[in-house]
């Protein structure tokens, strides 16, 4: 990667890279979020935990502009969102401003969403040539540097159907990666994977945690990940923050007897 990609260097330390200010989301009479507040630092691992339905991959859907939100507003690097200045207000953004927004974040699913009908390289290569305008060479040149990274250098010319899960993950990363985005979101990326395949998946993860500066958010019901990887742990629960700290101290010493009920529920599971 060359010193100005934006896997290699950070923004303005004093502006978070994400921001949710009283953000809410409905779905009819159910309150998914309720006038969530989080910022999260550039380059800060936040992992996102908490039983079903609390509302959390919906943080990381309206981060994609996948649901658009109630009330409130999010800022990434210090730009809302899904709003954009009208005047001294903010208005509901144009589809332009949202492109342009969307650009900036990355995001990996549960289940991988590879274009089947191309190969790992192309899925690598198709929105770098269709969004922003990079020639074929170029494009195949960051696909292939992506593909060594997530240590896939071999399987340029495989389709999906020719990969592990754990592999068509990592072609996934690789892909939102080539995009060049500031924050990285993942949502439960190992819940569709066997133990062994998750490892591989979680060792790319950790890799892109230590050798490069992104923003990086994760859905995750892997608790011992969680500790080791983030750098905070956020506990969700009715659509609020219930909880949150370092990721040591969290685990090691919840305050909240939700969060301690809920921890002792996941580890009795495992």
């Known amino acids: 990667?060359?010193?100005?990609?934006?896997?290699?260097?950070?923004?303005?330390?004093?502006?978070?890279?994400?921001?949710?200010?009283?953000?809410?989301?409905?779905?009819?009479?159910?309150?998914?979020?309720?006038?969530?507040?989080?910022?999260?630092?550039?380059?800060?691992?936040v992992a996102i935990i908490g039983p079903?339905?609390?509302?959390?991959?919906?943080?990381?859907?309206?981060?994609m502009t996948l649901e658009r939100i109630d009330d409130g507003v999010i800022r990434v690097d210090g730009e809302?969102?899904?709003?954009?200045?009208?005047?001294?207000?903010?208005?509901?953004?144009?589809a332009a401003h949202?492109?342009?927004?969307?650009?900036?974040?990355?995001?990996?699913?549960?289940?991988f969403n590879l274009f089947p009908h191309m190969t790992?390289?192309?899925?690598?290569?198709?929105a770098p040539v269709t969004v922003l305008g990079l020639s074929t060479d170029e494009a195949r040149?960051?696909?292939?540097?992506?593909?060594?990274?997530?240590?896939?250098?071999?399987?340029?010319?495989?389709?999906?159907?020719q990969l592990s899960g754990g592999q068509q993950q990592r072609v996934a990363i690789a892909r939102a990666l080539a995009m060049r985005p500031k924050v990285m979101l993942f949502d439960e990326v190992t819940s569709a994977l066997d133990p062994e395949l998750c490892g591989e998946v979680l060792s790319v993860?950790?890799?892109?945690?230590?050798?490069?500066?992104?923003?990086?958010?994760?859905?995750?019901?892997?608790?011992?990940?969680?500790?080791?990887?983030a750098d905070r742990v956020c506990f969700f629960d009715q659509g609020r923050i219930a909880e949150q700290g370092p990721a040591k101290a969290f685990f090691e010493n919840?305050?909240?007897?939700?969060?301690q009920q809920f921890l002792r529920a996941v580890m009795e599971a495992v």
């Not at 949202?98 to 289940?111: E, N, Y």
């Open 254 to 259: 919840p305050q909240q007897a939700r969060t």
């Open 120 to 126: 790992a390289l192309k899925n690598c290569m198709e």
């Open 1 to 45: 990667m060359t010193p100005s990609d934006p896997l290699d260097s950070g923004p303005d330390q004093t502006t978070p890279m994400v921001e949710f200010e009283a953000v809410t989301k409905r779905y009819g009479n159910l309150t998914v979020l309720d006038r969530l507040d989080l910022a999260v630092a550039a380059n800060e691992k």
């Open 52 to 63: 079903s339905s609390s509302g959390k991959t919906t943080v990381l859907r309206m981060l």
């Open 205 to 229: 993860i950790r890799t892109l945690g230590s050798e490069h500066k992104l923003t990086m958010l994760m859905v995750t019901h892997q608790m011992g990940f969680a500790r080791e990887f």
């Open 80 to 94: 809302a969102l899904t709003h954009m200045p009208r005047g001294d207000r903010l208005v509901r953004a144009d």
């Open 141 to 161: 040149e960051r696909a292939g540097e992506l593909l060594n990274m997530v240590g896939l250098g071999d399987k340029l010319d495989h389709h999906p159907s």
């Open 98 to 111: 949202l492109r342009r927004m969307r650009g900036q974040i990355g995001m990996v699913f549960q289940h």
